[in-house]
T-cell receptor, first 116, second 116 residues
Framework: AQKITQTQPGMFVQEKEAVTLDCTYDTSDQSYGLFWYKQPSSGEMIFLIYQGSYDEQNATEGRYSLNFQKARKSANLVISASQLGDSAMYFCAMREASGSARQLTFGSGTQLTVLP | DGGITQSPKYLFRKEGQNVTLSCEQNLNHDAMYWYRQDPGQGLRLIYYSQIVNDFQKGDIAEGYSVSREKKESFPLTVTSAQKNPTAFYLC???????????????FGDGTRLSIL
């Protein structure tokens, strides 16, 4: 079974609108962390936001927030007030406490296009 | 500024040739990682190292080799045994395990490898 599932290969959003990128995960660990990264066309991976499995509040970082629903094993990324520069590939990733060396498992990504 | 430097940005390999991708970090991180990314897909772990002179195979290690002689450096060799090496290669680093689960991996800008 896939550990990280991103079901939206591509998404479009109008500039200044909000968009939600879906991520579901599968783990039997009680302790784990969820990360979102942005990959522009240039290729570098940019860390956006983190949510720990024991965090009671949803994580927020500027225009990024994480809609964490532990019982449903989902960690959706919400981008508010989209900008043209938000157009990129977005990856959800998980680190399990049982994993070695802080290994991350990545989903297949969602390509977001912001329309002017 | 601290960061991860990967070189070269583009690399071409002839049939039967070994090539080495460079990864250097000045973040004082103990753990380093190599990932492979194929078009439209997520990252897959090739090798990782938690400490100098030690490294472990990831999910797709066949046809690759690494060394970790210095904390700052983690070169990846793509050998002639790797029959489909064309991909984007990303190097990452992070603080040691047990130092806080919310610390992300930091990535370099990647090397794009193609077959001639």
């Amino acid at each position: 079974a896939q550990k990280i599932t991103q079901t939206q290969p591509g998404m479009f959003v109008q500039e200044k609108e909000a968009v939600t990128l879906d991520c579901t995960y599968d783990t039997s660990d009680q302790s784990y962390g969820l990360f979102w990264y942005k990959q522009p066309s240039s290729g570098e991976m940019i860390f956006l936001i983190y949510q720990g499995s024991y965090d009671e509040q949803n994580a927020t970082e500027g225009r990024y927030s994480l809609n964490f629903q532990k019982a449903r094993k989902s960690a959706n990324l919400v981008i508010s007030a989209s900008q043209l520069g938000d157009s990129a590939m977005y990856f959800c990733a998980m680190r399990e406490a049982s994993g070695s060396a802080r290994q991350l498992t990545f989903g297949s990504g969602t390509q977001l296009t912001v329309l002017p | 500024d601290g960061g991860i430097t990967q070189s070269p940005k583009y690399l071409f390999r002839k049939e039967g040739q070994n090539v080495t991708l460079s990864c250097e970090q000045n973040l004082n991180h103990d753990a380093m990682y190599w990932y492979r990314q194929d078009p439209g897909q997520g990252l897959r772990l090739i090798y990782y190292s938690q400490i100098v002179n030690d490294f472990q195979k990831g999910d797709i290690a066949e046809g690759y080799s690494v060394s970790r002689e210095k904390k700052e450096s983690f070169p990846l060799t793509v050998t002639s045994a790797q029959k489909n090496p064309t991909a984007f290669y990303l190097c990452a680093s992070s603080i040691p395990p047990g130092s806080g689960g919310n610390q992300p991996q930091h990535f370099g800008d990647g090397t794009r490898l193609s077959i001639l």
